[in-house]
């Protein structure tokens, strides 16, 4: 049974991790979701296996399944060739279609799509496959329906890598990392609000513009403020 809505479906993709439940059913239900939202008529989902070669994964139906399969025979197509330049790649007629990805192309107009998305999934900047939204209608394939369409792709890559169960001992691991990110931005609004002379309110609106301005993570930003700060001091940070 698909969500009602975008944000339950999020939810409920959400709800299936923490319950560690089967990881097929959850990308069925997502893939399934990602067509009726985006207006797809039929949604594919290729990954990279362990020697880096690209495979099916999920399919809202055999001729999606078919459609997938063909492009990988055939080295060639939006799911493909997304998966491969880490690129989203859209095409909203049979000519473009045809004349973009020939003999592939062909075969998707036949199956009587008119339109695609492919859009990347990536993993802390690994690309790891791709994500294929077909449209029977092009008018449906709007940039509306490309940026739902890669939504639900970055679901669905938390889904595929956060599967594995963790031991307790990493489970652990991965707290403590977290509340350690917390210590080092409190460091940090402390240093900008002792500078700035403002609040920690203000200060951490100073950390997220500086954060922006710069183009990293917050916590590499607050890591660097809290290492000048030592540097300033002379004490380690």
């Given amino acids: 049974m698909t969500a009602a809505t975008a944000s339950q479906a999020f ?30 008529n039929a949604v594919g989902l290729l990954v990279r296996n362990g020697q880096q070669q690209l495979e099916l994964l999920s399919a809202t139906s055999h001729q999606a399944a078919e459609l997938e399969l063909y492009q990988l025979q055939h080295d060639t197509g939006p799911c493909v060739d997304a998966a491969r330049d880490g690129v989203a790649l859209s095409a909203t007629t049979d000519a473009e279609i045809t004349e973009r990805w020939g003999g592939v192309g062909e075969a998707i107009v036949a199956a009587g799509f008119h339109a695609v998305h492919a859009v990347p999934l990536r993993w802390h900047g690994r690309l790891i496959g791709a994500m294929n939204a077909f449209h029977t209608v092009p008018e ?8 739902l369409t890669q939504a ?12 594995a169960e963790l031991t307790p001992g990493q489970l652990d691991e991965r707290i403590q990392a ?12 402390g240093v900008l609000a002792q500078l700035a002379g403002v609040d920690m309110a ?12 710069e183009g990293s993570t917050l916590t590499e ?17």
Avoid: H, W
């Fill in 178 to 189: 977290a509340l350690a990110g917390r210590t080092v931005l409190e460091q940090a609004k």
């Fill in 221 to 237: 930003t607050a890591a660097g403020i809290v290492q000048e700060a030592g540097n300033r001091t002379g004490r380690p940070a």
């Fill in 140 to 147: 449906t394939a709007d940039e509306e329906a490309r940026q």
């Fill in 11 to 40: 939810v409920d993709a959400a709800a299936a991790m923490v319950q560690q439940e089967d990881v097929a059913g959850t990308l069925n239900r997502l893939l399934a979701d990602c067509a009726k939202f985006s207006a797809a």
């Fill in 152 to 163: 639900f792709a970055d679901i669905a890559a938390v889904v595929i890598v956060q599967s």
């Fill in 202 to 213: 203000a200060a951490y609106d100073l950390l997220v513009q500086r954060a922006t301005s």
